[in-house]
């Protein structure tokens, strides 16, 4: 990130407590130190991302930069955000990673069809969840051109 740049917040939707911690002591530990903003479902994540509900007053406030998506969420999964995301000409420019425990190969497939930038698996240990978190990080925030 460039000097007087903007910070990009990443977005995570996860419905799964230890797992909201687990992605943020990662982060963490990864030194990554861009403000970070947690929803727990689906529909909460549409309220966030259009400024609806609980978040209306964040209005003027700047989409986030990435949005770390969990595919199985109560009220509205991911698949369904993720299309609505990619169907509205105000929120489609972000880029959307998939963090999911499923390892359905149509998953991978309809997600991928539906705009998804790229797809992880839930990694079993916190080494692994690390590595993950350090190679998105350094790709979409240092090396990648996204729009603001």
């Known amino acids: 990130m460039t000097i007087g740049a903007k910070p990009r917040t990443i977005l995570i939707a996860e419905d799964d407590q230890d797992d909201?911690?687990?992605?943020?002591?990662?982060?963490?530990?990864?030194?990554?130190?861009?403000?970070i903003s947690f929803v727990v479902d689906g529909e909460e994540l549409m309220d966030f991302l259009l400024h609806r509900g609980k978040y209306t007053a964040t209005g003027n406030l700047a989409y986030p930069g990435l949005i770390l998506l969990d595919l199985n969420m109560p009220r509205k999964d991911g698949r369904e955000c993720l299309k609505e995301i990619k169907n509205d000409p105000r929120i489609r420019h972000i880029p959307v990673i998939i963090l999911t425990t499923s390892r359905a190969a149509e998953d991978t497939f309809r997600t991928y069809s539906l705009g998804a930038n790229t797809v992880f698996h839930k990694p079993v240990t916190f080494d692994n969840?690390?590595?993950?978190m350090q190679t998105l990080t350094d790709y979409w925030f240092g090396m990648a051109e996204v729009p603001l």
């Open 20 to 35: 909201r911690q687990w992605i943020k002591e990662a982060l963490a530990k990864c030194q990554f130190e861009q403000p």
């Open 129 to 132: 969840l690390v590595k993950i």
